[in-house]
C-alpha cells in the first residue's frame, strides 16, 4: 500500500477511534477516480471489443427506463449517486454475460473485487455482493450489531483493548485478511469477558467461566462456543506449516465471526443474562 493511501487509512482510523461516525453514502471525488481507474484498467477487449457499454445502456434502458446517461466514464465522474451504483451493477451484468477467450470471467472477478475493496476501504454504506450494490443499512446484523458495538466501546476504559481488536478486524476485513480478521475478533471478546471480570487463560475457559457466572444464556453460550472453536481453528491452522496462513478463510466468514462477536459484546454489555 502506497505512503498517500495509508495516510489516508490511517487519518480514517483516528477518526474512528476518536468516536466519529465515519460511514458515509457519499462518493467523494477520490472514491470516483478510484471507480474510473478501474473501469479503465478492465482489459482492452473489455473496455474496446465486446460491446459493454452497449449492454450497460440496453439494461438501464430495460430496468431503469433510463435513456442516454452518457458514457460510462462521465457517470462514474458526475453522476448522482444512485446512478453511479446502479452502473456498477449494470457493468457486473455485462461482465458477467459476457467471455473472453484470453481472460475468461476474470472482468467480471476484477470488477466485483475493485468495486469492493473500494467500499470498504472509504467506509461506503454499502457492500458489493456478487455483483450487485447492497445497502449496509438493509443489513440487520451491520445496523443492529457493528456499529452500536463501536458506539458502545467506544470511551470506556474498561474495554479500551477490546475496541482496540474490534476495530482492528474490521481493519483487517478492509485490507483482504479475513483469518486474521477472525483471530483479532476472538481477541475481542476474550478481552470484552476479562473486562467484565471473567476468569480464565483462554477464550474458551473465559467463555466457560461466562456461562457459569450467567452472562451468556443458553443460546448465547452455542454461539459463544462457536466462536471459541472457529479463534482455536484459525490459530491451529497458522502453525501448521511453512506459511502460517489459513488460506480456507474467506471474508464471508471473517464477517460471519465480526458480527457474532459484536452481538456477544453488546449482550455482555448489558449485564449477565441469568444468576449464577
Avoid at 431503469?64 to 466514464?73: K, T, V
Avoid at 457486473?92 to 473472453?100: F, G, K, Q, T, V
Wanted: net charge negative; aromatic share 6%; hydrophobic share 45%.
Amino acid at each position: 500500500m502506497v505512503y498517500l493511501e495509508r495516510k489516508r487509512l490511517a487519518e480514517l482510523h483516528a477518526a474512528e477511534a476518536a468516536g466519529e461516525d465515519v460511514w458515509t453514502e457519499e462518493l467523494s471525488e477520490l472514491v470516483r477516480r478510484k471507480m474510473l481507474i478501474l473501469w479503465e484498467h478492465l482489459p482492452g477487449q473489455v473496455l474496446y471489443g465486446s460491446g459493454i457499454q452497449s449492454k450497460v445502456e440496453r439494461t438501464m434502458l430495460l430496468e431503469a427506463a433510463i435513456r442516454d446517461s452518457g458514457p460510462i466514464e462521465s457517470v462514474l465522474q458526475e453522476g448522482p449517486v444512485d446512478l453511479v451504483l446502479s452502473y456498477l451493477d449494470a457493468i457486473a451484468m455485462a461482465l458477467r454475460e459476457s467471455r473472453w477467450p484470453s481472460s475468461g470471467d476474470r472482468p467480471f472477478r476484477e470488477w466485483c473485487a475493485g468495486i469492493a475493496k473500494i467500499f470498504e476501504a472509504h467506509r461506503l454504506k454499502f457492500k458489493f455482493v456478487d455483483g450487485q450494490v447492497v445497502p449496509l443499512g438493509s443489513e440487520v446484523m451491520h445496523a443492529q450489531v457493528v456499529e452500536p458495538t463501536l458506539v458502545l466501546l467506544h470511551g470506556k476504559p474498561e474495554f479500551v483493548n477490546a475496541e482496540k481488536s474490534f476495530r482492528d478486524a474490521l481493519e483487517e476485513l478492509t485490507s483482504g485478511k479475513p483469518d486474521d480478521a477472525i483471530t483479532d475478533a476472538g481477541t475481542a471478546l476474550q478481552e470484552a469477558l476479562t473486562a467484565v471480570g471473567c476468569k480464565g487463560n483462554t477464550l474458551g475457559d473465559l467463555i466457560k467461566n461466562a456461562k457459569n457466572n450467567g452472562w451468556f444464556g443458553p443460546r448465547d453460550s452455542l454461539l459463544a462456543d462457536s466462536i471459541a472453536k472457529i479463534h482455536n481453528w484459525v490459530a491451529a491452522e497458522r502453525n501448521d506449516g511453512e506459511a502460517h496462513r489459513v488460506s480456507d478463510v474467506t471474508k464471508d466468514d471473517a464477517w460471519f465471526v465480526v458480527h457474532v462477536v459484536g452481538a456477544a459484546i453488546v449482550r455482555l454489555a448489558a449485564g449477565p443474562r441469568t444468576g449464577p
